[in-house]
Structures are given as structure tokens and as C-alpha cells.
């Protein structure tokens, strides 16, 4: 890929290697097998790009922790000593001999499509063409609205994006805040699969989930988003104010608690769990 095609890439999809007696969340992805078969194994630069969740050569998710550990896969924490790349900082297994599963088919689609627009330097939504870092700050865009319906307090979204094609992630909603080249890739790849029907609709799908779901302007840009050029024209037509109320309630003592307060104890006691297994 042109190296000022990589440039013009939003860097909020590039993850950084890390710095050196540092410790992070989240890993340096790599494919077990690309590296078994390597005559003298490296990581490849595409395995730094945020969109990156899978190996196209052999269809497996790509892993950013240790098998044996569980650790944070971060080879600028290896010593001298250590002499291959391929061997975990923490507990000096041989990453090699990891076992992978199979890719998210619409995450895989997801990246194919994103390889093509740096290779390029041009995208396409809803037919309109745009450059490089306009297309990945609106795919960066509707992560942050997946994100937020995930959490389960925005009803209007939620159904605004089901109208899409869009299926939520089941699994526990991510931190808030953490940004998407932080996430652990398993985290990534799901939202990523969700991603691929936002990215690949069509106007009038588009605008007919708008017009349906009743969502407002501040529906598309509540939580402190920051509106991509092409959702403000989008939006210029809808209310002003949200048409119905969010779902968010106080917690009540005498009786279940909301799905989204569910959902954030269960994300925090995975949390827990992670760090434990460190």
C-alpha cells in the first residue's frame, strides 16, 4: 500500500505497537499460522490497522493475546535473550503454536472493503465518492452509534439501525471511552460485522430508517459524537429534539433493574475476569 495513502488514513484505526517497558489493554494482533510458516517470522504492518480482525490468507480471526497466558501480545517488551519475536514477554510461550478459530464473515467483508479504499485512496457511500479520511471518520462515526445502542439506552437508535440491517453485538457492551484501536480484537471484530450493512446501504434504505425510527438530530449526535459533513446534511430535515423519551430510568429498589444498567455490571465483571486471567 502507498505510503501516502496510509498517511491520509484516520489514526484512530491505526494500533500502536506500544512503547518499551510499558504494559497495555489490549495486544498486537498476528495469525499463528502466518508466522509458523515465515522463514524468519515478522509482524506485518497490516496487522496494526484497527479494521484488521482477520488473516484473508488463512480465514482466522487474528489474536492479540498470549494462549498460555493470556496476556497482551507486546514483542517490545522482549529482551535480547529472547531471540525470536514470536515468544509472549510475560510467559515466553511460542505464540506459533496457538490454535485459532474462524473468522466473522461480514468483518472479514468489512476489511476487504477498507483495504480497497486506502489501496485507492478513494470510497464510496450510498454511491457518493469520497476520499480517504472523510470514509473512515464516517465508518468511525457509526461505531460510536453502534456502541451507544449497544448500551440499551436510546430506543429511537436502536431501532434506526435494526431498520438498517444492523445486528447488535450480544455480548456485554465495551467500556465507554475506549477507543476503537484499544479494543481487544474479539471486541472489534463483532463491531466491525455490524459495521459492514451501515457502510454498503442505500439511500433510500438509509433515509427511510430515519424517517421510520423517528430519530432526531440529537439521536445521531448525542454522547458528545461529533457529526461526520455528510450526517449533517443527512440530518438537516429531522427534529431538532428526540420524539419520545430515552430509556434510560434511575434504578428502582423494588424491582428489576434496566437492561442497560444489566448490561454494564456484566461488562464490568468481565472486566474483572480479564484482569484476573492476566
Known amino acids: 500500500m502507498a505510503e501516502h495513502h496510509l498517511k491520509k488514513a484516520t489514526w484512530s484505526w491505526i494500533v500502536a505497537p506500544g512503547a518499551r517497558n510499558t504494559k497495555r489493554h489490549s495486544g498486537i494482533q498476528y495469525c499463528p499460522a502466518c508466522l509458523k510458516n515465515d522463514v524468519r517470522p515478522y509482524f506485518r504492518i497490516h496487522w496494526r490497522f484497527a479494521w484488521h ?23 517490545h517488551r522482549l529482551e535480547a535473550e529472547d531471540e525470536l519475536i514470536t515468544v509472549c514477554a510475560t510467559c515466553k510461550a ?13 468483518a472479514l467483508k468489512f476489511q476487504l472493503v477498507a483495504d480497497d479504499v486506502l489501496l485507492n485512496g478513494i470510497g ?19 461505531v460510536s452509534l453502534i456502541r451507544v445502542a449497544q448500551r440499551g439506552e436510546n430506543q429511537t437508535l436502536s431501532e434506526f439501525l435494526k431498520l438498517i440491517g444492523v445486528q447488535l453485538p450480544m455480548s456485554p457492551p465495551m467500556q465507554p471511552g475506549n477507543h476503537l484501536e484499544t479494543l481487544q480484537t474479539h471486541d472489534r471484530e463483532r463491531l466491525l460485522a455490524a459495521l459492514l450493512p451501515i457502510m454498503s446501504v442505500s439511500k433510500d434504505k438509509f433515509d427511510g430508517a430515519l424517517q421510520k425510527s423517528n430519530i432526531s438530530k440529537q439521536g445521531l ?33 423494588d424491582g428489576p433493574r434496566p ?7 456484566m461488562a464490568k465483571l468481565q472486566r474483572k475476569l480479564d484482569m484476573a486471567h492476566r
Open 53 to 75: 480482525t482477520c488473516c484473508k490468507v488463512h480465514g482466522h480471526a487474528l489474536l492479540d493475546r498470549c494462549h498460555a497466558c493470556n496476556s497482551p501480545v507486546e514483542y
Open 94 to 106: 511460542d505464540l506459533r503454536t496457538a490454535s485459532s478459530r474462524g473468522c466473522v464473515s461480514d
Open 124 to 142: 464510496t457511500f450510498q454511491s457518493s465518492a469520497m476520499s480517504i479520511s472523510p470514509w473512515f471518520e464516517l465508518a468511525d462515526y457509526f
Open 221 to 253: 449526535a448525542g454522547h458528545g459524537l461529533v457529526l461526520p459533513a455528510w450526517i449533517k446534511n443527512t440530518s438537516a430535515s429531522l427534529p431538532r429534539t428526540l420524539r419520545e423519551k430515552s430509556t434510560r430510568l434511575s434504578a428502582r429498589i
Open 259 to 265: 437492561r442497560y444498567q444489566v448490561k454494564r455490571m
